[in-house]
């Protein structure tokens, strides 16, 4: 399946059209030096918000970013600004691994409102379709993906105990003190997980693809995406695997135009990323993986 296969019968015209606009851009095109220097500082200020964590000035190259995108296209600088609304969304809170009552509240507000809003704006303000979250496709799994499937396990399962233990990141995430912690722990991984599908591929990375080629639209939600998992705990060495992850599901996202199956992709991931948190906090349990360090 191509990334034109976005434009069902079902699909709006307007979004439609967007989708036949940016399958006929080459992979890697970037419009102009100037449309790429706006993007480009956009996503990258995610680096200084999130990873760096340096407020307000990690805030400055957002807007610079959205007003250079303005003066090049009007319709560049709104989808830059809806970028920039949503990621400054999520920073108005402490992205730290949070299980308490509080903490996850907090999570499902900002994490919620950071798409919500720039999906509002984008259809009842501008009037546009391009932040879709694709379901019901009546489009079959293929073989391939299947295949990717099983194949993201397997190599969750001898990755992932081998970063989390030997790297020490699992400490990055809150003590797990009895069986109410592993179950918010559960529902904590599977939320994020889900959200950031919503809002990095679906959002930011449709947003992109109005005005960048696929690959440099990707790589540029790649930067968002990888800074956001830094700040939640994907620390140490983690963007050796959090980068190629990130790209991935925007390529499998742009070619299968299926959301459920890059949300079903994340939680296999995040599935055996829970079973190494608890194993990591608590070795007696899910004692499963070759890979853990002894």
């Known amino acids: 399946m191509t990334p034109s296969a976005a434009a069902t019968p079902a699909t709006p015209p307007s979004a439609a059209r967007g989708a ?14 100037t449309r790429l220097l706006a993007a480009a500082l956009v996503c990258g200020a995610a680096v200084l918000i999130f990873a760096v964590h340096v407020r307000p000035l990690g805030y400055v190259p957002l807007v610079a970013g959205v007003a250079l995108g303005l003066a090049v296209d009007r319709a560049l600088g709104r989808d830059l600004a809806l970028v920039g609304t949503g990621m400054a969304i999520v920073s108005a809170i ?12 907090r999570f499902t507000v900002a ?4 798409v919500l809003v720039p999906w509002a704006l984008s259809r009842y303000v501008f009037g546009q379709r391009t932040i879709r979250f694709p379901v019901a496709t009546g489009r079959r799994w293929s073989r391939w993906q299947w295949t990717y499937l099983a194949v993201v396990v397997v190599v969750g399962y001898l ?9 020490g990141a699992y400490r990055n995430w809150p003590d797990l003190d009895g069986g109410q912690d592993i179950a918010r722990l559960f529902v904590g991984v599977n939320a994020v997980g889900i959200w950031d599908e919503l809002f990095f591929v679906c959002t930011v990375f449709a947003l992109l693809r109005q005005h960048l080629g696929l690959w440099t639209a990707n790589v540029l939600q790649s930067v968002v995406f990888v800074s ?6 994907y620390r140490e060495w983690g963007p050796l695997l959090t980068v190629p992850f990130a790209l991935v599901q925007g390529w499998i996202f742009a070619r299968s135009t299926s959301l459920p199956y890059v949300v079903a992709v994340h939680l296999l991931f995040d599935l055996v990323v829970f079973g190494v948190l608890v194993h990591a906090h608590h070795p007696e349990l899910l004692d499963v993986f070759v890979t853990a360090p002894g």
């Not at 402490?94 to 509240?105: E, F, I, P, Q």
């Not at 994490?111 to 950071?114: F, Q």
């Not at 990755?159 to 790297?167: A, E, K, R």
């Open 20 to 33: 036949a606009a940016a399958s006929a851009r080459g992979p890697w095109d970037i419009g102009s030096p």
């Open 94 to 105: 402490s992205l730290k691994a949070d299980l308490s009552d509080a903490g996850m509240a």
């Open 111 to 114: 994490l919620s409102l950071a």
């Open 159 to 167: 990755v992932l105990p081998f970063y989390f233990i030997g790297s």
């Open 228 to 233: 956001f998992l830094w700040e939640l705990g």
